[in-house]
Nanobody, 117 residues
Framework: QVQLVESGGGLVQTGGSLRLSCAAS????????MGWYRQAPGKEREYVAS???????GYADSAKGRFTITSDNAKNTVYLQMNSLKPEDTAVYYC???????????WGQGTQVTVSA
C-alpha cells in the first residue's frame, strides 16, 4: 500500500530554519501536485505550499518570502525549506500528493514543528 512519511520536524528558535521532507513508497500513479499543509492546536488544517510536476509553485501568504517548496518527481519526494521561522509557524506539518489520473490524494502522518520565542 501507499505510504507517505514526513521527516525533518523539530524544535527551533525564532528566526531559525528547518527543512522538511516527505517521501512516498508503494505503487503510486503519476503525481501531478505535491504540497504541504499544517494544523496548529485549535485551528483547522491550512494550505502552506504546493508544486506541480513541471515545477510551478504556489504559496500561502504566510509562507511567501520565507518558505520554499521543491520536489524530486522521480523519487516521489517533496521538500519544504522553512526560514525565518516564527512562533505562529508552530504546527503539525502534513505532506500531500495528488494524482489526477487516479483522482486520488495521499497524506502523510505529519511531523511536528515547534518554534520557540
Amino acid at each position: 500500500q501507499v505510504q507517505l512519511v514526513e521527516s525533518g520536524g523539530g524544535l527551533v528558535q525564532t528566526g531559525g530554519s528547518l527543512r522538511l521532507s516527505c517521501a512516498a513508497s508503494g505503487s503510486i500513479a503519476s503525481i501531478n501536485t505535491m504540497g504541504w499543509y499544517r494544523q496548529a492546536p485549535g485551528k483547522e488544517r491550512e494550505y502552506v505550499a504546493s508544486i506541480t510536476r513541471v515545477g510551478t509553485t504556489g504559496y500561502a501568504d504566510s509562507a511567501k518570502g520565507r518558505f520554499t517548496i521543491t520536489s524530486d518527481n522521480a523519487k516521489n519526494t517533496v521538500y519544504l525549506q522553512m526560514n525565518s521561522l516564527k512562533p505562529e509557524d508552530t504546527a503539525v506539518y502534513y505532506c500531500n500528493m495528488y494524482s489526477v489520473a487516479s483522482n486520488a490524494a495521499y497524506w502523510g502522518q505529519g511531523t511536528q514543528v515547534t518554534v520557540s520565542a
